[in-house]
């Protein structure tokens, strides 16, 4: 891979107020599955099951965040990154997703809140990061309108329990990924499958955004709160007008199915016509309250999607050509490296009356290789550098962007990926635990000082 000379980047250019940060997730990352009085999640049901996670990966222990989360806050103090961003364990919290309220999980996050404050790190929390209660998902999970109750329930204890000294809010992330990869295709957690599970889930969670949004608002009333949505550049595979719809409806399906109706522009059904299935659930008044107004939306972008038209693929006719199709670099998830991507989203997200974006997640797994106590893992450094140079253009080009967080602060459990693929700025032996702060972490610690 070519270097791109980035020695001119340096984080002044970006502003005096542009946000620097790190992301992480509740189950990826912490461990102690049934800890202090935690409850399972649909996460740990999944991971349970033969066949579901590469290699039969579990993540029982994970990165153990739990007992070593001083360490990592260390560490995030020792790579100058000054907000860090992590998700609350929803049955840590309520064990069976509603009252009562588990002490052991209150403790716990205090503790790390506290901890973050101590060492002049701003804590950004997100609610919702994919790990529903199991005991919600027995009763239907998000297919069950009654989730919208469950979810605000559960947002007013942390508002009650953190919002003292929690300023930064993500209400739910990337609704999009865990609704499709969870309710339609079955490859994530819970493994529903079909259009109806998927439409009644993709309702409810945009209902549940604004309203734990709202409760947010009332509860914590000078809080900053945003939400988060994964976004993918999307282009046809050719200029046949067949492929350029195709991609016309993955755009809609894949951009702007969430984030319109929370912006008051309701789903865009014009667009996707399958989307008018959604009828079927949608109640008087359920429009109205679907629009929250957002302090700032997180933009989470990592790749480009190249689409073509194809009759065999219900729903939306259209299939998306592999990179590997296309002969081009890709990382260990088989994502296109192509940093213009995240210049075309800022620019797409920017025609949309927001009033401030935040990149809340950027990022790639490439096979990193421990030696000598180094990791030079100069991949992922260019590929941090070269979509900050893309930030930058869309600034100069006159597009609001007013933060960056990279995924990931350290390797963690991957989804149904498991420990294959690796996104940390800090390498972790999933045997030992042991930390080894990255070529890219070290060029992003010198960046930020």
Sequence with gaps: MNKVDTSFLHKDQFGQDFLWGV???????????????????????????????????????????????????DLINELNIPNFRFSISWPRIMPTGTHPVNQGGIDYYNKIIDSLLASGIEPWITLYHWDLPHDLEVKGGWTNRESVSWFSEYVAVCAQYFGDRVKNWMVINEPSVFTGAGYFLGIHAPGKKGITNYLKAMHHVTLA????????????????????FSCTHIEPFSQSPKDIEAAKRVDTLLNRTFI???????????????????????????????????????????????????????????????????NVIATDMGWEVYPPALYHVLKKFNSYNIKKIIITENGAAFPD????????????????????????????????????????????????????????????????????????GLWFRDFLS
Excluded: M
């Design 260 to 326: 319109e109706p929370i912006l008051g522009l309701g789903y865009p059904q014009a667009d996707l016509p399958v989307l008018k299935k959604l009828n079927n659930y949608i109640l008087e008044d359920d429009l109205n309250n679907l629009a929250f107004e957002f302090d700032f939306i997180g933009l989470q972008c990592y790749t480009r999607e190249v689409v073509k038209s194809s009759l065999l693929i219900p729903y939306i006719g259209a299939e998306l050509i592999s990179a590997e199709k296309r």
């Design 209 to 228: 955004t604004a309203a734990g949004a709202k409760k947010l608002r009332n509860l914590i009333p000078d809080a900053n709160i945003g939400t988060t």
């Design 369 to 440: 290789i421990l030696k000598n106590g180094k990791v030079y893992d100069i991949k992922r450094t260019h590929y941090i550098q070269d979509h900050l140079e893309q930030i930058l253009k869309a600034k100069k080009d006159g597009y609001n962007v007013d933060g960056y967080f990279v995924w990931s602060l350290t390797d963690n459990f991957e989804w149904a990926e498991g420990y294959n693929a690796r996104f940390g700025l800090i390498h972790v032996d999933f045997d030992t635990q042991q930390r080894t702060i990255k070529h890219s």
């Design 23 to 73: 992301s992480t997730a509740a189950f990826q990352i912490e461990g102690a599955h049934d800890a202090d009085g935690k409850g399972s999640s649909i996460w740990d049901v999944f991971t349970s099951q033969k066949g579901k996670i590469k290699n039969g990966h579990h993540a029982l222990t994970a990165c153990d965040f739990y007992n070593s989360y001083q360490n990592d806050i």
